[in-house]
């Protein structure tokens, strides 16, 4: 009688084994430790040798006063185009504003009517000298730079200005009216170039009746800040 409990729990335990592992292999489970694959070393991190230029801006210089000269060409309604020339002083009020006053000359030539009626004359040769003064509002309304080569930024304005003086011409003072555009290029931390074009407006009446002149200048100056 105990060997057949002996035998009967031999066979019980051979079951229950065999249902354990039936078990592991119908969820997954193994008792094989299963190997791993090797993981791959990560890829090489490219660290490029970008080579940096250094780049060399000139700055506007600390102060804020700005004096210079300019020459160029103007032309005088109805006596034609001449050489002009004159001195520039500045004020810079802050980065955008500023205030400028100009003293110009040039000289008038012979009307149409003067060359074509073979000698009468308009007004006298000391009075073909056209001098003007005015103080002017600017505004600078396109600050930028500009490349020039690899290693070197300069920095440039293009800006609005207009102004109120007066003009000396034809033996009167007339008010006058001017305003325009110019580009200022910084040529080093305190020396510029600029370039403007301008319209003086005054009233003249030496052809008969009263007209506004516009007398049209477009010169090329130099300034330097101090």
Known sequence: MESRFRVLFLIVAMISLSGCAATKNLFGFDSREETSPTAEPPGQVIDPEVERREVKEPAIDREDFEVGAFAGIMSIEDFG???????????????????????????AG???????????????DSERDLYYYNLNLGYNILPGEVFLG?????????????????????????????FGAGYRFLLTDSVALHLDFRDHLFDIDLLGEEKTAHNLEGHLGITVFF
Request: proline share 0%.
């Open 150 to 178: 690899e290693g070197r930024a300069y920095n440039t304005s293009l800006y609005l200005i207009a102004g109120l003086g007066s003009t000396t011409f034809a033996g009167d003072d007339r008010f006058t009216v001017n």
């Open 110 to 124: 012979k009307t149409s009517f003067e060359i074509l009626s073979g000698g009468a004359e308009l007004i006298s």
């Open 81 to 107: 185009s001449d050489l002009s020339y004159g001195l520039r002083l500045a004020y810079h009020i802050t980065e955008g504003f500023f205030v400028e006053t100009t003293a110009g000359y040039s000289r």
